[in-house]
């Protein structure tokens, strides 16, 4: 051989362990690239040059590669074969191409490849993939290894646990309240609007026509309530809210948005403990509706506006308790011309120094009565000049009788009161309303010519009855006739000489208050 050229030494076949197996079962077969494909499809390898190879056939036995050329004379000889890849599993995605080494280049010599020392130790027929190059990235198969599995699952019994203790500690740390900040609960908004006939919405629709009067005289000076009658600015309230500017006093009405006016006084009557002022300068004013004590029922849902206190604005809600309860309230003056007899609506919604002269009001925003007097458990019935406090019996003017008595005092400046014509014995304690034997000024106690001389009542007669209704007090006959009107006709039941018989009385007009 020249000097310079030399062949290269041709590889040595390493001889198998043992006999091939018949069956050709890997890894039982002949190691190295003769022993056979596992039974699987295996991905589409692509050479160098790009074109893709063919794969071999499922179960296959590769051919014995061809022995190597002699090297042909020269200082190069050609590269040594290149052996088939070994087997490839299959993987889920599309299979990957396989890029095949390029030959060595021909200006280098190479040595003759080295058989491995163990044909084992790099073939592994259920490999996941080619073997890697330096540099690249491994490629798997479906299965996930088991140390990653392992972890997974550690860290998937750790969060659990965790969360768990977590639960727990959270647990008692709210129940026994250790650490952090307090926030209380709190319900959600409700609507703007009320209902009408509630509360809130006969209070809103009622409160722009009430006011609060502050009135001052040279002796004493008070807080009362009253409200609008009409767009002229007549305000009806109780006599004894005023009765202390009668003589040169100054009385100031507050609206509730807070517009103060001086008020001058229109009219009133001790009689009926009504009185009506008027303020002048306010615009936009917004009568309270009247409506219909007739049509009242025990047990009536009620609302009273006033200034109980002087606390102005404030409102209470109750029900009608009882009805045409004859009450009594003034007296303080020696000639009795300061009493005043109400045939009167109870209601136990608060009432209280302040309140008087506002207006009682039923579920439809009406007026129904005019809060004039109390129950207090000292000192009886009293009106605002006391200081007692409510205890759930307020009496009212019914609006009816009210009506007439407003509008005789702004159109006449003085009410009327019906009277029968006779003077009634208030010392009597038996059962009824007896005719006094004489009139206070010596005269005879039934008048001439008066209704109850008219139906033939005589002095020492006893009156049981009006219209039915039994009375039990010479107090109580006057507030059941002054529940009417002139010109009104009555049946009274009069007892004489132990008999009893009825008669009818047509209301006359008394000659002055």
Do not use: C
């Not at 390029?102 to 491995?116: G, K, W």
């Not at 009253?226 to 009765?243: C, E, Q, S």
Request: aromatic content about 4%; cysteine-free; hydrophobic content about 35%.
């Amino acid at each position: 051989m020249p000097e310079g050229d030399f062949e290269l030494a041709k590889p040595e076949r390493p001889s198998p362990l043992h006999e091939p197996d018949p069956y050709s079962t890997p890894p039982y077969g002949e190691p190295g690239p003769w022993a056979p494909a596992p039974p699987v499809q295996h991905p589409v390898a692509t050479p160098a040059q790009g074109t893709l190879m063919t794969p071999p056939a499922v179960g296959a036995v590769p051919p014995e590669p061809a022995p190597a050329p002699t090297a042909p004379a020269g200082p190069i000889a050609p590269a040594a074969p290149i052996p088939p890849a070994p087997p490839i599993a299959p993987i889920a995605s599309a299979p990957p191409t396989v890029p095949v080494a390029p030959p060595a280049p021909a200006s280098a010599p190479l040595s003759a490849p080295q058989p491995p020392a163990d044909p084992w130790g790099r073939y592994d027929p259920w490999a996941a993939g080619p073997l890697q190059q330096p540099g690249a990235a491994a490629v798997h198969g479906g299965r996930r290894p088991r140390p990653r599995r392992a972890a997974l699952g550690w860290t998937l019994a750790l969060v659990l646990v965790a969360a768990g203790l977590g639960g727990l500690v959270g647990g008692y740390v709210e129940r026994e309240g250790i650490g952090g900040e307090v926030t209380l609960p709190q319900a959600k908004g409700v609507p703007a609007g009320r209902a009408p006939d509630s509360v809130a919405g006969i209070a809103a629709r009622a409160l722009p026509s009430v006011v609060t009067l502050h009135v001052s005289g040279s002796d004493e000076e008070g807080t009362g309530t009253g409200f609008v009658l009409d767009d002229r600015g007549h305000i009806l309230t109780n006599n004894h809210v005023v009765a202390p500017a009668a003589s040169g006093g100054k009385i100031s009405a507050t609206f509730s948005d807070g517009t103060s006016v001086k008020a001058t006084v229109v009219g009133r009557d001790s009689g009926y403990d009504l009185a009506v002022v008027q303020v002048s300068g306010v615009h936009g004013l917004t009568p309270l509706t009247l409506g219909d004590s007739d049509d009242v029922r025990v047990g009536d849902p009620v609302v009273a506006i006033g200034a109980p206190f002087d606390l102005a604005n404030t409102v209470t809600a109750g029900i009608i308790s009882a009805k045409e309860r004859p009450i009594t309230a003034g007296g303080e003056k020696s000639d009795g011309s300061d009493v005043s007899y109400v045939d009167a609506l109870q209601t136990d919604a608060p009432i209280n120094p302040g309140n008087s002269g506002g207006p009682l009001l039923d579920s439809r925003a009406h007026v129904i009565g005019i809060n004039s007097a109390i129950r207090s458990a000292d000192s009886g019935v009293e009106t605002e000049s006391g200081q007692a406090g409510s205890i759930g019996l307020g009496f009212a003017i019914p609006v009816n009788q009210a009506k007439r008595v407003a509008e005789e005092l702004i159109n006449d400046g003085r009410a009327t009161h019906p009277v029968i014509g006779v003077d009634l014995d208030m010392g009597y304690s038996g059962d009824g309303a007896r005719v006094d034997s004489r009139a206070p000024d010596g005269g005879p106690a039934v008048v001439k010519g008066g209704p109850a001389e008219r139906a033939g009542l005589k002095a020492g007669d006893l009156i049981t009855e009006v219209d039915g209704e039994p009375v039990h007090t010479g107090a109580e006959l006057i507030v059941r006739i002054r529940a009417h009107q002139p010109g009104d006709r009555l049946r009274l039941t009069v007892e004489r000489g132990g008999t009893e018989r009825e008669v009818s009385v047509v209301l006359g007009t008394a000659e002055q208050n």
